[in-house]
């Protein structure tokens, strides 16, 4: 039998807020089938666990996970194991074999159908099957934000990833429903709507016939409230006139996610990449000229074949003088099935992490300098809630720091009556890259 002995269920999500927006939606079909969340696994009949595969590492982590809550299963009265996520999609049924503890292995293109693939046939009406029916679950919404996810899949061939060939092409979402979702999360008190996909910056161009993105803005800023958006994962090239146009609104933080991957043409051409030194330092300066005060967010990889001393010298030089606010930094990971796999001109692992701490050295100072510099501004931040990180503070983010991965701006608990709304606050202090401001 599919049922567990007790109808509350407990969801771990793995990997980046793509998966948190699944789960979301996992738990508010959930939910509406009359299960009962729980955040405590020992206490749930039903165990999900959305998984991660992007890099090995990250594979590594979704088994260790599905084994511990496997672990819970044993001697626990009857628990269901459920693997939803990449995982599986990018294995398959081999997984099966591999992990016998599983009882419902579960590929993102049924998430919608989970229920009855779980048996469950609560008294349900037509209206709650609808698939169209909004998502009521938004991870972070105590915290004043949410993921809304515009697209999955990618129509791009980057030679070192994977993602495309087992989320397939891109699939966007139609406007009128990503509308519904982001005016139900303003409705239950989201300030900030965090726009994700894998390439975001081709939303629509599957069902529209072309990039929509500043399309989509222009619909979600006439929504009523008080709220900003803010975007994640563009490609430079997707970085067109009109979404720096849309960068003007109130409403559009003037923040901008850019992964590039690598500034030196070869190594680009390499990656399957389009792109360099010069095109990229345009399109920084282009975005700096035309929205004053943008934050840049951007990420690399070092140690890819064919890197040697000149690519990564172009890159070091490219790190130093873009001072972008934020760079996530990777050394190459070979994956199974990817192009890149097969490239000659490995770069050995102790020097891809020598070059990784090189670049992280010399972000760090610029990250440090920057969060010196914001010392006595006076700026808007959304009020998130209490700090487990520095007990008697409040965390708080302007547009500059983007939920979960960048800086964090800290104010004192006592001067903080209410959560999950915008405040003024003067910058009073930097603490590396993080900030102390007070309410002003």
């Given at each position: 039998?599919?049922?567990?002995?007790?109808?509350?269920?407990?969801?771990?999500?793995?990997?980046?807020?793509?998966?948190?927006?699944?789960?979301?939606?996992?738990?508010?079909?959930?939910?509406?089938?009359?299960?009962?969340?729980?955040?405590?696994?020992?206490?749930?009949?039903?165990?999900?666990?959305?998984?991660?595969?992007?890099?090995?590492?990250?594979?590594?982590?979704?088994?260790?996970?599905?084994?511990?809550?496997?672990?819970?299963?044993?001697?626990?009265?009857?628990?269901?194991?459920?693997?939803?996520?990449?995982?599986?999609?990018?294995?398959?049924?081999?997984l099966k074999k591999l992990l016998p503890?599983?009882?419902?292995?579960?590929?993102?293109?049924?998430?919608?159908?989970?229920?009855?693939?779980?048996?469950?046939?609560?008294?349900?009406?037509?209206?709650?099957?609808?698939?169209?029916?909004?998502?009521?679950?938004?991870?972070?919404?105590?915290?004043?934000?949410?993921?809304?996810?515009?697209?999955?899949?990618?129509?791009?061939?980057?030679?070192?990833?994977?993602?495309?060939?087992?989320?397939?092409?891109?699939?966007?979402?139609?406007?009128?429903?990503?509308?519904?979702?982001?005016?139900?999360?303003?409705?239950?008190?989201?300030?900030?709507?965090?726009?994700?996909?894998?390439?975001?910056?081709?939303?629509?161009?599957?069902?529209?016939?072309?990039?929509?993105?500043?399309?989509?803005?222009?619909?979600?800023?006439?929504?009523?409230?008080?709220?900003?958006?803010?975007?994640?994962?563009?490609?430079?090239?997707?970085?067109?006139?009109?979404?720096?146009?849309?960068?003007?609104?109130?409403?559009?933080?003037?923040?901008?996610?850019?992964?590039?991957?690598?500034?030196?043409?070869?190594?680009?051409?390499?990656?399957?990449?389009?792109?360099?030194?010069?095109?990229?330092?345009?399109?920084?300066?282009?975005?700096?000229?035309r929205v004053p005060g943008i934050a840049?967010?951007?990420?690399?990889?070092?140690?890819?074949?064919?890197?040697?001393?000149?690519?990564?010298?172009?890159?070091?030089?490219?790190?130093?003088?873009?001072?972008?606010?934020?760079?996530?930094?990777?050394?190459?990971?070979?994956?199974?099935?990817?192009?890149?796999?097969?490239?000659?001109?490995?770069?050995?692992?102790?020097?891809?992490?020598?070059?990784?701490?090189?670049?992280?050295?010399?972000?760090?100072?610029?990250?440090?300098?920057?969060?010196?510099?914001?010392?006595?501004?006076?700026?808007?931040?959304?009020?998130?809630?209490?700090?487990?990180?520095?007990?008697?503070?409040?965390?708080?983010?302007?547009?500059?720091?983007?939920?979960?991965?960048?800086?964090?701006?800290?104010?004192?608990?006592?001067?903080?009556?209410?959560?999950?709304?915008?405040?003024?606050?003067?910058?009073?202090?930097?603490?590396?890259?993080?900030?102390?401001?007070?309410?002003?």
């Amino acid at each position: 039998s599919l049922h567990a002995e007790n109808n509350s269920f407990y969801i771990l999500t793995l990997g980046c807020p793509k998966n948190e927006a699944d789960s979301d939606l996992v738990a508010t079909l959930l939910l509406r089938y009359g299960l009962k969340r729980t955040y405590n696994p020992e206490e749930a009949g039903y165990l999900l666990v959305n998984t991660c595969s992007f890099i090995q590492a990250a594979v590594e982590e979704s088994i260790e996970a599905i084994l511990d809550l496997a672990a819970q299963k044993e001697g626990k009265g009857k628990k269901k194991l459920l693997l939803l996520g990449c995982l599986y999609q990018r294995y398959g049924d081999r997984l099966k074999k591999l992990l016998p503890e599983v009882d419902i292995f579960v590929h993102a293109r049924d998430y919608r159908n989970l229920p009855c693939l779980m048996g469950l046939s609560g008294s349900i009406s037509d209206e709650a099957k609808d698939a169209k029916l909004a998502r009521s679950c938004f991870s972070g919404i105590e915290r004043g934000w949410a993921y809304i996810k515009v697209a999955d899949g990618c129509e791009r061939r980057c030679s070192f990833c994977v993602i495309p060939q087992f989320k397939g092409p891109l699939a966007s979402r139609k406007k009128e429903d990503i509308l519904d979702e982001v005016s139900s999360a303003i409705s239950m008190g989201a300030k900030e709507i965090v726009l994700v996909a894998q390439d975001t910056s081709s939303y629509g161009k599957d069902i529209y016939g072309t990039p929509s993105l500043s399309d989509l803005l222009k619909e979600l800023i006439s929504i009523r409230g008080d709220f900003w958006i803010r975007l994640m994962y563009l490609q430079p090239e997707g970085v067109d006139e009109s979404l720096i146009e849309m960068m003007q609104e109130s409403k559009v933080c003037s923040y901008l996610d850019i992964p590039l991957q690598h500034v030196d043409e070869k190594v680009l051409g390499r990656m399957g990449r389009r792109g360099g030194e010069e095109e990229f330092f345009r399109l920084v300066n282009r975005l700096r000229a035309r929205v004053p005060g943008i934050a840049l967010r951007t990420s690399f990889i070092v140690g890819f074949p064919g890197e040697d001393d000149i690519s990564f010298d172009r890159l070091k030089r490219f790190v130093r003088e873009a001072h972008f606010d934020w760079v996530s930094l990777f050394s190459y990971s070979p994956e199974e099935g990817t192009n890149a796999c097969s490239l000659r001109g490995r770069v050995s692992r102790a020097t891809a992490d020598r070059r990784l701490n090189v670049l992280r050295e010399i972000q760090e100072e610029i990250m440090f300098q920057k969060a010196k510099d914001m010392v006595g501004a006076k700026i808007r931040v959304l009020v998130e809630g209490d700090s487990e990180v520095a007990p008697g503070y409040c965390e708080a983010r302007s547009y500059r720091e983007a939920p979960e991965i960048d800086g964090l701006i800290f104010l004192p608990n006592h001067e903080i009556e209410e959560t999950a709304v915008f405040r003024e606050v003067e910058i009073a202090g930097a603490e590396g890259i993080d900030l102390i401001g007070r309410i002003c």
